[in-house]
């Protein structure tokens, strides 16, 4: 308890973390939890990282993602820690700023290796241009965050998932689609 009154990020961090584990608890999907938090989406195929405000501010930026050798994890995560500087014990401590922890030590962080951005390269972080990484980390510390991680496998099964979602309930025939079903987002319906 002392470690959240003197850390005021830390205790942000646990907050938000409780309150978005009480609601997933409670019956609501992390989906469903999203306007509640950034949505960061990362998506290995094309290295690309789209980030979703509380506010409607949509980003789209390049990544870079695990080289072959190496991975980075598909999933859906929450944040475990921010750090404004972090230098990797595992890595020859290589500088990792503004990086928010995720999953067993995999981050995303900023990287002086921009050159690199929009392939894979990393030992399985996901790196950011300096200033989108800077960006993040503030939105992140404010709104929280739902992380989702795609490789071609799981963009798959959710396309798979959808379309058997159609099949059950077809969309009216007058009904029309305003973005492609890559761009779909779930939304709890309307009280």
């Given at each position: 308890m002392?470690?959240?009154k003197s850390h005021p990020v830390v205790a942000g961090v646990f907050m938000r973390s409780f309150i978005?584990?009480?609601?997933?608890?409670?019956?609501?999907s992390m989906a469903q939890c999203a306007a509640l938090a950034v949505?960061?989406?990362?998506?290995?195929?094309?290295?690309?990282?789209l980030v979703k405000t509380v506010s409607g501010e949509v980003m789209?930026?390049?990544?870079?993602?695990?080289?072959k050798g190496f991975v980075t994890p598909p999933g859906s995560y929450t944040p475990y820690s921010l750090q404004k500087m972090h230098y990797s014990r595992k890595y020859q401590m290589a500088p990792m700023p503004h990086s928010i922890f995720f999953h067993e030590g995999?981050?995303?962080?900023?990287?002086?290796?921009?050159?690199?951005?929009?392939?894979?390269?990393?030992?399985?972080?996901?790196?950011?241009?300096?200033a989108n990484a800077a960006k993040l980390f503030r939105i992140v510390q404010l709104e929280g965050a739902?992380?989702?991680i795609h490789d071609a496998a799981s963009r798959a099964k959710d396309a798979d998932i959808l379309a058997q979602s159609l099949e059950a309930a077809p969309l009216r025939r007058d009904a029309a689609l305003d973005e492609p079903l890559e761009q779909?987002?779930?939304r709890r319906p309307a009280d």
């Amino acid at each position: 308890m002392a470690l959240l009154k003197s850390h005021p990020v830390v205790a942000g961090v646990f907050m938000r973390s409780f309150i978005l584990s009480s609601i997933v608890i409670g019956g609501f999907s992390m989906a469903q939890c999203a306007a509640l938090a950034v949505t960061i989406d990362i998506d290995i195929p094309s290295q690309r990282m789209l980030v979703k405000t509380v506010s409607g501010e949509v980003m789209t930026w390049p990544v870079s993602t695990a080289r072959k050798g190496f991975v980075t994890p598909p999933g859906s995560y929450t944040p475990y820690s921010l750090q404004k500087m972090h230098y990797s014990r595992k890595y020859q401590m290589a500088p990792m700023p503004h990086s928010i922890f995720f999953h067993e030590g995999y981050a995303i962080h900023g990287t002086g290796s921009v050159g690199q951005l929009g392939r894979p390269a990393s030992h399985g972080c996901i790196r950011l241009a300096p200033a989108n990484a800077a960006k993040l980390f503030r939105i992140v510390q404010l709104e929280g965050a739902l992380i989702s991680i795609h490789d071609a496998a799981s963009r798959a099964k959710d396309a798979d998932i959808l379309a058997q979602s159609l099949e059950a309930a077809p969309l009216r025939r007058d009904a029309a689609l305003d973005e492609p079903l890559e761009q779909w987002t779930l939304r709890r319906p309307a009280d």
